[in-house]
Each structure stands twice: as C-alpha cells, then as structure tokens.
C-alpha cells in the first residue's frame, strides 16, 4: 500500500497548551502505530524567542517550528501581507513535498485555510479542515456584547438570514468551502457550518475528540465531613464555565459540606 503523507498544520502562542494543542499530541501518538501514514507537523508558533524555524524529529514523526510574525495582525487582516507570509512559508518547506504523492493537508487552525491552498497551487494534494470550536462562541471571553447579539440571533431569533451572520470572517467561510473535506467534533458543529454557509459544502464527518457522555444521573452520598477533591482541566476563562463551577461550589459550602478542595 502506498504511503500516506500526512501535514498537520497548526498555529500556536509559545508556552501555552490548548485544547488543540492535547488533541494533536493525541492524535501523533494514535498515528505512530500506522506504519503506513508519513506525518509531520507544522507548527506556526507567535514567540519572541523562537526565530529561527528548525526542523527535528520526533518519535515517529517530524515537526516544523516556523515562527509567526511578532505583528500578527497585517496577516490576519491584509491579504497582501498574508500572501506574502505564505510564499514564505512554502519557500521554508517546500522541499518536504518533493517526490510525494498521497499528500494531506490537515489543518487545525482555521486561519491557516489560505496558507493551505496557497501549498495546494504548488503542490497535488488534499485539503482537511478540523473545526475543534464554533467561532463565533469564542467572543463570550472577549467582546460579551457582540457574543450576546449573536446569541439572539442563533437561539432566540434564528432563521436562515441570521444563519449566515454567525460566519464571522471570509477566511473563516473559506475554510469550510475550499477544503476537501471537513471533520467536526459535534453535531453542533457541523449544523453550525450547514446553516451558516450558503452553497455547496465538501463531505463532512463528525468525530468527538472527548469521552461519550453517558446520560447518567448519580446521586453520590458523602459525609460532611469528609475531603471532596475536585480537578478542573482548561483554561481559567469564563467561556469554559469556570464562573458555573465556583457557584456550585458555594452551593455545596452552603450544605455544610466545609471540607472541598479544587
């Protein structure tokens, strides 16, 4: 069986771990054991340390730190300068494609969508965009007016019209319709992207990157007395819920359960 050249792509803040950045570490230890699969991982990474971009293997696979602009926003805003970044970027790699058929671009970044189809004009490949999180619901943490507009168009007063207002961004819609094939972690995702995008869509499959939620109602039985330890894993921001759990935690305090730690 010929060899399947896979090219994760991803763009990251040096010294921070995301979600992403667990689900490929996940992933890159599920693909070491298919000998048939060729994976290397490009890593766009914004530092003020790391400069130079370095090749190195890892395990089984490669990775590729290639440094993003200190300014980010003329790549993300300007086309002109986000051509130029990416002509860059294919300059410092492209000598990874030569020779290579079977060629997968998986992108875990939507922003890297322009990037990615700049690679697929030079080189005969596929394009995967991996939608981890709805866009949109990222602005509960930094804009809670603009969230709550859109909230009222997406639940309170949803219709088709408002649909297409919840794709913030052209490069966000291009990511969901000039790539080969979409892959979504929710149903809600993937309702989210055929609601929102008018037009044609590529195949999409869904596939949770979490554990099944079971539906099971417990009720636990504890003496007061004795120490309940809670773990919270993710980021310390409102979007994660972290306000919902404190509260429920003084609930739990106010019962007279005294002895919690977190």
């Known amino acids: 069986m010929e060899k399947i050249n896979l090219f994760l792509m991803d763009m990251s803040e040096d010294g921070t771990t995301t979600g992403v950045t667990r689900y490929m570490e996940t992933l890159l230890r599920g693909l070491s054991a298919c000998p048939d699969i ?22 089984t696979h490669l990775e590729y730190m290639i440094p993003l602009p200190l300014s980010m926003e003329p790549i993300l805003t300007e086309s002109y300068w986000n051509n130029k970044y990416n002509s860059v970027v ?4 492209e000598h ?5 058929s079977n060629v997968i671009l998986h992108t875990h970044t939507l922003n890297l969508i322009d990037l990615a189809l700049y690679i697929r004009s030079k080189v005969d490949c596929k394009i995967i965009t991996h939608l981890h999180c709805i866009p949109w ?10 969230f709550n507009r859109l909230y009222k168009l997406a639940y309170v007063h949803p219709s088709s019209e408002t649909d297409l207002e919840l794709v913030l961004s052209d490069w966000e819609r291009r990511s969901y319709t000039l ?3 979409l892959i979504c972690v929710t149903q809600c995702g993937a309702d989210f992207v055929r609601k929102g995008v008018a037009g044609a869509l590529p195949p999409t499959d869904i596939i949770p990157n979490g554990m099944d939620d079971f539906y099971e109602k417990r009720t636990v039985s504890r003496k007061k007395d004795k120490l ?23 609930g739990v305090k106010q019962r007279g359960y005294d002895n919690i730690q977190l």
């Open 96 to 100: 990874l494609f030569a020779s290579k």
């Open 137 to 146: 619901k990222g602005l509960y943490n930094r804009n809670p007016e603009h």
């Open 90 to 93: 294919f300059h410092i790699i």
């Open 38 to 59: 060729e994976v290397c991982w490009i890593r766009l990474v914004h530092s003020r340390s790391k400069l130079i971009h370095r090749l190195e293997r890892v395990g």
């Open 179 to 181: 790539a080969d094939r």
């Open 228 to 250: 309940i330890r809670l773990v919270y894993v993710g980021a310390l921001s409102p979007g994660k819920g972290l306000p919902f759990i404190l509260e429920a935690l003084r």
